[in-house]
Structures are given as structure tokens and as C-alpha cells.
């Protein structure tokens, strides 16, 4: 990754290795409510890099950072806090507030709270606020995008780079790049789903947009081959700017199973939601069950959800009952990210 960055930031450095960068990674957080791949990759990198000597700086947004729960990984402040987008989003008055009423609204305790009570991250209710962010200095939060901005600037060392988790953040690109003068980078995994997931017409006014938003970035960094054919196809921006960059696991954190679990158990690891496919495992555990030599096998479902995801959940539970397999089914409340592992 260290070489990776180099050849996409500093042409002038093709060729050679580079020295240690100063990186501003921003990073949408989901809190600590579910399973979020995008903030435990973007945290893996962040270690990965500053191991490599690099000064990476992780800026959260919306909610507070999950992974700090783990090893803490930002000092900075919460920009683009959950609730005042949403106030911003829905009403007038709130785009032209000053900031000591906007602070109240990022208390980390008040966007915990807030974040257990609504689905602040449903792709399906987000439709108007993710194009309003997709437009940048244009969109009803450019009060929160010039202050994160404005921060930057007045870091002690500027930026060699400063990195978007996801294409979802390109409204912010050509604001960083007029007033900081750096390139922008832009990391790609999954935000089609996002996108393709929206309501209409926001799904379609949200690719128009992130197309055209595509040329503020300098390049892109997605995480195979066949998702960076997938979005050159989708952002239409040139080849030269895509690149690949693999995910990668720390080993130093896993270690060996001490032998076959007792009993077969089928695991789930994400949020449990509609979106992520629980209902299709629970129908084929349930035909699974009705095989003789399978019978003694177990499902454990975990990876967190929000409150506007129980009654899904509890129709799952009848489901299981209605079958007779309930008692083989494990749901872990919780989502404790240090007990992942």
C-alpha cells in the first residue's frame, strides 16, 4: 500500500520508494451498533499504514468511531455529526445555525443515543440526504463540509493526501483540492449496492452525480480486479486512475482453533437486516435441519442492528419456531467489535 499511494499521488515518484506521507484518512462510522466491513477496513488500514511509518490522521464521521473501542485511533473531532446532517437535510434554520447549537448536537453520547434509535445508515431512507452529501459545496451540509475543511487548514502539517472511504464521499473532493491544494484519493468496495439500493429517483440522480463527481478524484483504489472493472464501467473515469489494492488480514491478531468445534455451527457475520440475506440462511438452516445426518448442526447469527430492524428479526424467530429449530439458533445481542475475533 505504502508504493500503491505513491504511484497514485506523486507522479513525479514512479519508480521509487517514498517517504513517510502525511495521510488524512476520512471515515464514515456506523458507531457500535452493527457489523460494518468499510469501518473495520478502513481501521486495518489506518494501523497498517502508521506501522509502515506513515503520519495517518482518521477523521470520523456521523457517529463516533466503533474501532477506537478496540485501540484508539483518532483524536479529531466528529464532522458531519448523524443528527446535523439530518437537521440540515430537513430544515432550513439548521443550515444557518451557529456553531455552539450544532456542538451540542455532535455530543458523542447524544449521536450514540441517537444511533440506537433510528436507522441513521438505511440506504432506503437516505436516498435525499446521500445526493444533498454527493453535492458537495453544493448540497444543503456545506456548512459542515467548509468546517471540516476549514479544520484541516489549520492542522499543523498539511496533508501529502487525504483519502475517502468510499465513493459516497466525492461531494467533498473538489472543496478539499480548491482550498488545501492536495490530491484526493478515493477507496471503492461495495457502494453500488448503496447506490442501486436507493429509492427512487434518488438512485438514478446519485450515479449522475457521483459520474460527474469522479473527476475530482485523483485516483481510485478499489479492492479486486472485478470490482475496478465493475466501477470504471459505472464512473467512466480513465484507466490510469483506477488501481487495485487488495485487502489484506492481521494475522497477529487470530490464532489457531484449538480443535473441531462439539457441535457444526453455521456462522453469520453482519448486520441483521432485510439487505443482508438473513432470511435466505434461516430458510435453508431450516431444510437443513430436515436432513437426519445434519440435525445436530447449530446457526449463530450475529453482527448487530438497529432498532428499526426488530420486527424483521422477530418474524425470523417465528419462522424458526414455526419449524421447530428455534432452540438451535443463536442471536447475539450484541455487537462488541474487541469479540469479533
Given at each position: 500500500?505504502?508504493?500503491?499511494?505513491?504511484?497514485?499521488?506523486?507522479?513525479?515518484?514512479?519508480?521509487?520508494?517514498?517517504?513517510?506521507?502525511?495521510?488524512?484518512?476520512?471515515?464514515?462510522?456506523?458507531?457500535?451498533?452493527?457489523?460494518?466491513?468499510?469501518?473495520?477496513?478502513?481501521?486495518?488500514?489506518?494501523?497498517?499504514?502508521?506501522?509502515?511509518?506513515?503520519?495517518?490522521?482518521?477523521?470520523?464521521?456521523?457517529?463516533?468511531?466503533?474501532?477506537?473501542?478496540?485501540?484508539?485511533?483518532?483524536?479529531?473531532?466528529?464532522?458531519?455529526?448523524?443528527?446535523?446532517?439530518?437537521?440540515?437535510?430537513?430544515?432550513?434554520?439548521?443550515r444557518r445555525t451557529p456553531?455552539?447549537?450544532?456542538?451540542?448536537?455532535?455530543?458523542?453520547?447524544?449521536?450514540?443515543?441517537?444511533?440506537?434509535?433510528?436507522?441513521?445508515?438505511?440506504?432506503?431512507?437516505?436516498?435525499?440526504?446521500?445526493?444533498?452529501?454527493?453535492?458537495?459545496?453544493?448540497?444543503?451540509?456545506?456548512?459542515?463540509?467548509?468546517r471540516f475543511v476549514d479544520?484541516?487548514?489549520?492542522?499543523?502539517?498539511?496533508?501529502?493526501?487525504?483519502?475517502?472511504?468510499?465513493?459516497?464521499?466525492?461531494?467533498?473532493?473538489?472543496?478539499?483540492?480548491?482550498?488545501?491544494?492536495?490530491?484526493?484519493?478515493?477507496?471503492?468496495?461495495?457502494?453500488?449496492?448503496?447506490?442501486?439500493?436507493?429509492?427512487?429517483?434518488?438512485?438514478?440522480?446519485?450515479?449522475?452525480?457521483?459520474?460527474?463527481?469522479?473527476?475530482?478524484?485523483?485516483a481510485f483504489l478499489a479492492?479486486?480486479?472485478?470490482?475496478?472493472?465493475?466501477?470504471?464501467?459505472?464512473?467512466?473515469?480513465?484507466?490510469?486512475?483506477?488501481?487495485?489494492?487488495?485487502?489484506?488480514?492481521?494475522?497477529?491478531?487470530?490464532?489457531?482453533?484449538?480443535?473441531?468445534?462439539?457441535?457444526?455451527?453455521?456462522?453469520?457475520?453482519?448486520?441483521?437486516?432485510?439487505?443482508?440475506?438473513?432470511?435466505?440462511?434461516?430458510?435453508?438452516?431450516?431444510?437443513?435441519?430436515?436432513?437426519?445426518?445434519?440435525?445436530?448442526?447449530?446457526?449463530?447469527?450475529?453482527?448487530?442492528?438497529?432498532?428499526?430492524?426488530?420486527?424483521?428479526?422477530?418474524?425470523?424467530?417465528?419462522?424458526?419456531?414455526?419449524?421447530?429449530?428455534?432452540?438451535?439458533?443463536?442471536?447475539?445481542?450484541?455487537?462488541?467489535?474487541?469479540?469479533?475475533?
Amino acid at each position: 500500500m505504502r508504493r500503491r499511494l505513491c504511484l497514485c499521488v506523486r507522479p513525479e515518484s514512479r519508480g521509487r520508494w517514498c517517504s513517510a506521507m502525511r495521510i488524512v484518512q476520512i471515515c464514515p462510522s456506523s458507531g457500535d451498533n452493527f457489523y460494518c466491513e468499510n469501518c473495520l477496513r478502513d481501521a486495518a488500514l489506518v494501523q497498517a499504514l502508521r506501522r509502515l511509518g506513515h503520519d495517518v490522521l482518521m477523521v470520523p464521521l456521523y457517529l463516533p468511531l466503533a474501532a477506537d473501542k478496540i485501540e484508539p485511533l483518532s483524536n479529531a473531532p466528529i464532522f458531519f455529526g448523524g443528527i446535523n446532517v439530518y437537521l440540515q437535510q430537513k430544515l432550513a434554520l439548521f443550515r444557518r445555525t451557529p456553531r455552539w447549537i450544532d456542538r451540542w448536537f455532535d455530543s458523542q453520547r447524544l449521536l450514540a443515543w441517537a444511533a440506537r434509535k433510528v436507522g441513521m445508515t438505511n440506504a432506503q431512507d437516505l436516498g435525499a440526504t446521500t445526493v444533498s452529501m454527493l453535492r458537495g459545496e453544493e448540497g444543503r451540509q456545506v456548512k459542515e463540509l467548509d468546517r471540516f475543511v476549514d479544520w484541516l487548514r489549520t492542522e499543523p502539517q498539511k496533508p501529502d493526501v487525504v483519502c475517502l472511504s468510499n465513493i459516497l464521499l466525492a461531494g467533498m473532493a473538489k472543496r478539499i483540492k480548491e482550498r488545501l491544494g492536495v490530491p484526493v484519493v478515493c477507496l471503492l468496495q461495495d457502494e453500488d449496492g448503496f447506490l442501486d439500493g436507493l429509492t427512487a429517483p434518488y438512485a438514478e440522480q446519485a450515479w449522475d452525480i457521483v459520474r460527474a463527481r469522479a473527476g475530482d478524484i485523483d485516483a481510485f483504489l478499489a479492492v479486486s480486479k472485478y470490482f475496478a472493472d465493475a466501477m470504471s464501467v459505472r464512473l467512466g473515469p480513465p484507466a490510469a486512475r483506477m488501481h487495485v489494492a487488495p485487502m489484506g488480514i492481521d494475522l497477529d491478531k487470530y490464532v489457531p482453533s484449538d480443535g473441531k468445534p462439539a457441535v457444526p455451527t453455521i456462522g453469520f457475520l453482519s448486520r441483521m437486516c432485510p439487505e443482508r440475506g438473513p432470511e435466505r440462511l434461516v430458510e435453508a438452516f431450516i431444510l437443513l435441519k430436515r436432513n437426519e445426518k445434519l440435525r445436530p448442526v447449530k446457526l449463530r447469527v450475529c453482527g448487530g442492528r438497529m432498532s428499526c430492524d426488530e420486527p424483521f428479526l422477530e418474524r425470523l424467530r417465528h419462522k424458526l419456531t414455526a419449524a421447530g429449530v428455534l432452540a438451535d439458533v443463536e442471536f447475539l445481542p450484541l455487537f462488541d467489535p474487541a469479540s469479533k475475533l
